[in-house]
């Protein structure tokens, strides 16, 4: 019983979080492009979030007539659900569930996010959905694998499958120093895991409407863009967790909020990749070197041992 109102504590601040998050984004995008962004509701706007939030669960929720309801109705819940069940597997102040397996699960929850993706797009029954779905399937699978083979260099190092072994390891000295060329395209392929700018083909608007969820509205929506904000947030506390450790060090939270702070700054700046560079920056690039790294630490950690 005390696990599971930890495990509630932790949502409610999670989803809190998330809404000022959006509130933050909105703003940070409105100065980029030398405009106020939302300022009207409370003090500086910060009630935005939760007034939206007002509007979108109260409005009817109009399915398409043809679509797969059950599975429609079920993709934007399981797609939140498995976005906050990862938070579980990261060491935090609740000790919420302490087991030695916890990067493994962060993986099955990665691996499994497809199927919402995949079932919102099909169940739609619509054209625009489904290209959307397929592209965001194939975009999410190629980047798992260099998501996976940088994960393990550092495991190598730690050994063990535990966040916290990260943070034990890495007291006296973060892994940013020992792996920069991996930190940065850890970061890439977290950028493009969430379907965020520069590869947001998922919901590539100036081709596909709104991509997968684009026969989407109300509470609906509202889920699919909660279950987003919160694996950008979880990424974030991940990169953290696993290249600078100490979770409850001054350092560590700056450090979350810059990279919270980038992936919005990325969204203001760069422009959408061609999907071709997507994939060919995938298969020949962080393959490549994701796997030549990991050759490289497991031949350097045997000459250790």
């Known amino acids: 019983m005390e696990q599971f109102v930890m495990f509630l504590v932790l949502v409610i601040?999670?989803?809190?979080?998330?809404?000022?998050?959006?509130l933050f984004e909105r703003k940070l995008l409105g100065y980029i492009q030398l405009r106020k962004g939302p300022n009207k509701v409370g003090f500086?706007?910060?009630?935005?979030?939760?007034?939206?939030?007002?509007?979108?669960?109260?409005?009817e929720h109009?399915?398409?007539?043809?679509?797969?309801?059950?599975?429609?109705?079920?993709?934007?819940?399981?797609?939140?659900?498995?976005?906050?069940?990862?938070?579980?597997?990261?060491?935090?102040?609740?000790?919420?569930?302490?087991?030695?397996?916890?990067?493994?699960?962060?993986l099955c929850c990665v691996g499994m996010g497809v199927y919402g993706l995949l079932a919102a797009g099909w169940s739609s029954n619509s054209k625009y959905s489904l290209l959307g779905a397929l592209r965001g399937v194939a975009q999410t699978i190629s980047?798992?694998?260099s998501l996976v083979l940088i994960l393990l260099s550092p495991l190598i190092v730690t050994l063990g499958y535990d966040w916290a072994g990260f943070v034990d390891f890495q007291m006296g000295f973060w892994f940013l120093f020992l792996f920069p060329l991996s930190s940065l395209v850890l970061f890439i392929s977290c950028l493009a895991e969430t379907n965020r700018t520069p590869f947001d083909f998922a919901e590539g608007e100036s081709e596909l409407v709104s991509g997968y969820n684009t026969e989407y509205s109300s509470g609906g929506f509202a889920l699919i863009m909660?279950?987003?904000?919160?694996?950008?947030?979880?990424?974030?506390?991940?990169?953290g967790v696993v290249f600078m450790?100490?979770?409850?060090?001054?350092?560590?939270?700056l450090f979350?909020?810059?990279?919270?702070?980038?992936?919005?700054?990325?969204?203001g700046t760069l422009p959408r990749f061609r999907y071709d560079k997507l994939m060919f920056l995938a298969?020949?690039?962080?393959?490549?070197?994701?796997?030549?790294?990991?050759?490289?630490?497991?031949?350097?950690?045997?000459?250790a041992v």
């Open 245 to 253: 450790g100490g979770v409850t060090s001054f350092f560590f939270i």
């Open 283 to 303: 298969w020949k690039c962080f393959l490549p070197f994701s796997l030549s790294y990991l050759i490289l630490m497991g031949g350097l950690m045997s000459l």
């Open 256 to 267: 979350f909020m810059l990279l919270a702070f980038i992936f919005v700054w990325v969204r």
């Open 62 to 106: 109009i399915p398409p007539s043809i679509s797969n309801y059950l599975a429609y109705l079920l993709a934007p819940s399981f797609s939140l659900g498995l976005s906050l069940l990862a938070w579980v597997s990261l060491p935090s102040i609740f000790n919420l569930i302490s087991f030695n397996k916890s990067v493994l699960f962060f």
């Open 143 to 145: 980047y798992e694998v």
């Open 44 to 59: 500086g706007g910060l009630l935005q979030p939760f007034s939206d939030a007002i509007k979108l669960f109260s409005k």
């Open 13 to 22: 601040l999670v989803l809190v979080g998330v809404a000022f998050f959006t």
């Open 226 to 239: 909660l279950a987003e904000y919160t694996s950008i947030l979880f990424m974030s506390f991940l990169f």
